[in-house]
Nanobody, 124 residues
Framework: QVQLVESGGGLVQAGGSLRLSCAAS????????LGWFRQAPGKEREFVAA????????YYADSVKGRFTISRDNAKNTVYLQMNSLKPEDTAVYSC?????????????????WGQGTQVTVSS
């Protein structure tokens, strides 16, 4: 089992920045690829970003490339999502995810474990 707890969400004006954090506990953190998903009201959950467990290769949805950065600190069992140049369409509940196969997240839009989510609201 892996437990994931997000923090750092909030209200920000368009053009602003937020950094989300996800603290993990349970099985070996470094054994899992990690990622972020989001779900806006009335929409399906969508993949945002992922980072591989060993090399730290990163993957992004086209909608956030160049604006969001995912990183991980295996010593702190934490994954981060730095979000810059935020837009109103980024408003959503952002959830942390952990998977043993990275394409589970990047291609299949699924994950082995999920956090409860943190609300991000971007005002225009």
């Amino acid at each position: 089992q892996v437990q994931l707890v997000e923090s750092g969400g909030g209200l920000v004006q368009a053009g602003g920045s937020l950094r989300l954090s996800c603290a993990a506990s349970g099985r070996t953190f470094s054994s899992y690829h990690l990622g972020w998903f989001r779900q806006a009201p009335g929409k399906e959950r969508e993949f945002v970003a992922a980072i591989s467990r060993l090399l730290g290769n990163t993957y992004y949805a086209d909608s956030v490339k160049g604006r969001f950065t995912i990183s991980r600190d295996n010593a702190k069992n934490t994954v981060y999502l730095q979000m810059n140049s935020l837009k109103p369409e980024d408003t959503a509940v952002y959830s942390c995810a952990a998977a043993q196969i990275i394409t589970t997240m990047t291609t299949s839009q699924r994950s082995d474990y999920w956090g409860q989510g943190t609300q991000v609201t971007v005002s225009s």
